[in-house]
């Protein structure tokens, strides 16, 4: 059965200390993996899809990495308005034929001013 | 640009109860789906649909019906509401159903059954 998961599940940090979230995976056939930002009652926003082992991207302080057995999230110089929920999200061909998507159950950030 | 429109975005049903959550879509996407988000899981999916008039089940679709009569409209049903049914419920749309394509989240609707 495909997991994903998220650790730690909850992060404080101060402003401008870096650090990074960590996504371990185990899936068969790997399609692409997943970031999204998820703020307090709102639905998630998607941040990156990485395809293969030694991918990376960047936007603004996150740059998402992606191993063959993990992901992880690097937040550089982070500011308050990065405080939020961090999914983590797999899709992966299945026994069947088709694809499917796992999601993690996210770590929460907090950037303290 | 409004995205993926749930409406409403709270209710409180009593056990038994049947109620429909809104689901509408602007960008002109094949592929809809409804998930729910319970603390310490992972978003779950319910149903989903890879076009009007085809829908599927998902991880957890017991208790739920859907229908797609139009490309932009999703309306998830709850037959007859039960306590373990409380959760925040999302609708998310995407182009088509592969990697490159990510998933776009509705704002949520919460529910309390009681």
């Known amino acids: 059965e495909d997991q994903v998961t998220q650790s730690p599940e909850a992060l404080r940090l101060q402003e401008g200390e870096s650090s990074s979230l960590n996504c371990s995976y185990t899936?068969?056939?790997?399609?692409?993996l997943f970031w999204y930002r998820q703020d307090p009652g709102k639905g998630p926003e998607f941040l990156f899809t990485?395809?293969?082992a030694g991918e990376e991207k960047e936007k603004e302080r996150l740059k998402a990495t992606l191993t063959k057995k993990e992901s992880f999230l690097h937040i550089t110089a982070p500011k308050p308005e990065d405080s939020a929920t961090y999914l983590c999200?797999?899709?992966?061909?299945?026994?069947?034929?088709?694809?499917?998507?796992?999601f993690g159950t996210g770590t929460r950030l907090t950037i303290i001013p | 640009n409004a995205g993926v429109t749930q409406t409403p975005k709270f209710q409180v049903l009593k056990t038994g109860q049947s109620m429909t959550l809104q689901c509408a879509q602007d960008?002109?996407?094949?592929?809809m789906s409804w998930y729910r988000q319970d603390p310490g899981m992972g978003l779950r999916l319910i149903h989903y649909?890879?076009?009007?008039?085809?829908?599927d089940q998902g991880e957890v679709p017991n208790g739920y019906n859907v229908s797609r009569s139009t490309t932009e409209d999703f309306p998830l049903r709850l037959l007859s509401a039960a306590p373990s049914q409380t959760s925040v419920y999302f609708c998310?749309?995407?182009?088509?159903?592969?990697?490159?394509?990510?998933?776009?989240f509705g704002n949520g609707t919460r529910l309390t059954v009681t």
């Open positions: 998310a749309s995407s182009l088509r159903t592969a990697a490159n394509s990510p998933l776009h």
């Open positions: 899936v068969s056939g790997l399609r692409g």
């Open positions: 990485l395809y293969s």
């Open positions: 999200a797999v899709q992966a061909r299945t026994n069947f034929g088709n694809e499917k998507l796992t």
């Open positions: 960008m002109n996407h094949e592929y």
């Open positions: 649909s890879v076009g009007a008039g085809i829908t």
